[in-house]
């Protein structure tokens, strides 16, 4: 257990609203398809604006939230998967952006499990007393990698920031458990930068510049598009998150029927509906926003706390098991109190 917790939520969604209908008009697709398979009915789209831009929106409200300044952040994590820059990083550009000078900062790469992970790292640091006051920034923009000629893949994403601020002022870490199944990473792929310079010899390269002496490692990511086994995917996730939340909650010494609510990373609604059959707990515990927003991978679940905190429903002591499960493969849980 660690005596610290979030004391503050702030989110980003684009205006621009997508329904299944709109969908429709640029692949083979309907609403009953769409609805049946994900419960998403609509996702927001980044109009332009990049990613650290929603991610720095989120993170002023969540220090406003948290009546914190910004020159008292210690450490600045951001959790993303569509940086718009390689180097510098995102948390790099929030901290120019907001001016904590005194914060480091640095970025966490675990696809959809990101915010739980940095969750993890931001609970160690407090823990060791090297930082009292975390900010923590998870912001995708995931239409720049969505192929949007696949209709199995481009009705799933969205674009959106969720940040939150955690001190040692605030509730309790109760307990986390983190994975990965990296011998499993080709269900889930995006490939990045071929390797392109002036003195390869060109011996035996394909058409796309990549060499062929070296063996593909994912030889189905040809370009930089989501490329996913939705099956091998679904049947990770229930199976993952099921046994990680049943780990924490043993490991913390509370009865996962006595956990107030269930904020999983919204990737599909029957994965939340499995996840909660298997824990014999009912959906009503269980944030869903899915619907609205389609999958902002790390970005989902603080979007959730944040929408939770705003419309009432999380109130000071309440218990909320997290957990995150995406490309890696990675996946984690962890149990907080308000």
């Known amino acids: 257990m660690i005596e610290a917790g979030i004391i503050g939520t702030g989110s980003y969604l ?5 329904t299944n209908q709109d969908m429709s008009g640029i692949v083979e697709t309907s609403d009953e398809w769409i609805t049946s398979r994900t419960g998403i009915s609509e996702r927001r789209l980044s109009s332009g604006e990049p990613t650290w831009f929603m991610g720095l929106v989120a993170a002023r409200k969540a220090i406003a939230a948290a009546g914190v300044e910004p020159i008292d952040i210690d450490l600045i994590l951001a959790t993303t998967v569509t940086p718009d820059y390689y180097f510098p990083s995102l ?10 000078d005194n914060a480091i900062a640095f970025d966490v790469n675990a696809a959809c499990s990101g915010f739980v992970f940095a969750m993890d790292v931001a609970g160690r640091y407090l823990m060791t007393g090297a930082a009292k006051n975390v900010l923590i920034v998870s912001a995708e923009c995931l239409s720049k990698l969505t192929d949007y000629t696949d209709r199995a893949t481009c009705v799933l994403f969205g674009d959106g920031a969720g940040a939150v601020v955690v001190s040692t002022g605030g509730g309790r870490i109760l307990g986390s458990h983190l994975r990965s ?5 080709g269900s889930l792929v995006s490939r990045a930068l071929p390797i392109q310079h002036p003195f390869l010899d060109g011996t035996g390269r394909n058409p796309g510049g990549w060499g062929s002496a070296f063996p593909e490692r994912f030889p189905d990511a040809v370009d930089k598009f989501i490329r996913m086994d939705g099956t091998e995917v679904y049947k990770f996730a229930v199976r993952a998150v099921t046994d990680s939340i049943q780990v924490v909650a043993k490991e913390a010494g509370v009865e996962v029927a006595r956990i107030d609510h269930f904020v999983l990373h919204q990737a599909n609604f029957r994965i939340l509906e499995a996840v909660s059959r298997r824990l014999g707990v009912p959906m009503d515990r269980f944030a869903v926003h899915i619907g609205e927003m389609g999958n902002a991978s790390s970005a989902s679940i603080p979007i959730c706390l944040d929408n939770m905190i705003q419309d ?7 218990s909320v098991m997290m957990s995150g499960f995406g490309a890696g493969l990675t996946y984690g849980a962890m149990l907080v109190t308000f």
Request: contains cysteine; hydrophobic residues 35%; aromatic residues 0%.
């Open 14 to 18: 684009p205006d621009v609203v997508v």
């Open 91 to 100: 948390s790099c550009i929030i901290q120019a952006e907001i001016g904590a």
């Open 181 to 185: 199944e990296g011998k499993s990473g």
């Open 312 to 318: 009432g429903r999380l109130k000071p002591g309440d």
